[in-house]
């Protein structure tokens, strides 16, 4: 089972309208979670990072909440702009290891004008 | 100044050749990742290195995967006798600080495309 599982896998909405991505995890030791935004043919880009003690962050128009008692994660999008069209990868890296960096399947956004 | 740079963007190898891709990471940055992509799905972990000492290899999928840093800097990965399953988008990421300083954000160059017919 992957340890951080996101949904929906796909998504489309009408340019201007909210919505939110959720994630999942079962990572444990936890260090911090980030979410990236993927452009197609892209490296993915970092857009927030969460650490343990942190529930909102906001960058934006992109905002950020971590409940780490149910390791849930989402990230919503407000009044959504074409260039929002992408993928979005919840990442979280655990805490006992340099390396370990799990990255889940990412959502796939679309925006429609 | 310069991000993270990939080459060659896109490779295409007939199987059972042998490929070699380049990462040029962000200079002075310490850590450097390889993951492998495959369609629709996210990364993967393959190697990381800090400095030139390789780490951690421990997803690397099988002894065909190399992966070298032999001075810091830029990192080569290396597939012998590329196989149809190894056709997948390769990220090289790279970090300031050492992997122990896990609120360091990875920096992503835009990948090598690598499609094996």
Not at chain 1, 19 to 35: A, D, E, H, K
Not at chain 1, 36 to 59: A, H
């Amino acid at each position: 089972k992957n340890q951080v599982e996101q949904s929906p896998q796909s998504l489309i909405i009408l340019e201007g309208k909210n919505c939110t991505l959720q994630c999942n995890y079962t990572v444990s030791p936890f260090s911090n979670l980030r979410w990236y935004k993927q452009d197609t043919g892209r490296g993915p880009v970092s857009l927030t990072i969460m650490t343990f003690s942190e529930n909102t962050k906001s960058n934006g128009r992109y905002t950020a909440t971590l409940d780490a008692d149910t390791k849930q994660s989402s990230l919503h999008i407000t009044a959504s702009q074409l260039s929002d069209s992408a993928s979005y990868i919840c990442v979280v890296r655990g805490y006992s290891s340099a390396s370990k960096i799990i990255f889940g399947s990412g959502t796939r956004l679309s925006i429609r004008p | 100044g310069a991000g993270v740079s990939q080459s060659p963007r896109y490779k295409v190898a007939k199987r059972g050749q042998d490929v070699a891709l380049r990462c040029d990471p962000i200079s002075g940055h310490v850590s450097l990742f390889w993951y492998q992509q495959a369609l629709g799905q996210g990364p993967e972990f393959l190697t990381y290195f800090q400095n030139e000492a390789q780490l951690d290899k421990s997803g690397l999928p099988s002894d065909r995967f190399f992966a070298e840093r032999p001075e810091g800097s830029v990192s080569t990965l290396k597939i012998q006798r590329t196989q149809q399953e190894d056709s997948a988008v390769y990220l090289c990421a790279s970090s300031l600080l050492p992997g122990s300083r896990k609120d360091s954000p990875l920096h992503f160059g835009n990948g090598t495309r690598l499609t094996v017919t």
